[in-house]
């Protein structure tokens, strides 16, 4: 959910309607839980690194060579 900032009815409206409906907290965080999946497990943050590198790599290599 998302609320302006420094808007403190706002906040407390969101987290009243979090409090009353279970299907949206359930909801959220199930999407909460697929975006760490998705973002923060071990092997997603190991490709992202180690694909980066390769990208450098190849930059490197082209820069050599060119």
Same mark, same amino acid.
């Given at each position: ?25 359930? %909801?959220?965080? %199930? ?5 760490? %999946?998705?973002?923060?497990?071990? %092997? ?23």
């Amino acid at each position: 959910m998302v609320v302006p900032p420094q808007d403190s009815a706002a906040l407390a409206d969101a987290i009243c309607k979090l409090a009353d409906n279970v299907t949206i907290r359930l %909801e959220l965080g %199930e999407r909460a839980r697929a975006y760490a %999946e998705a973002n923060f497990e071990r %092997e997603s943050i190991l490709e992202r690194i180690f694909g980066a590198t390769e990208d450098e790599a190849v930059a490197i290599v082209d820069d050599a060579v060119a």
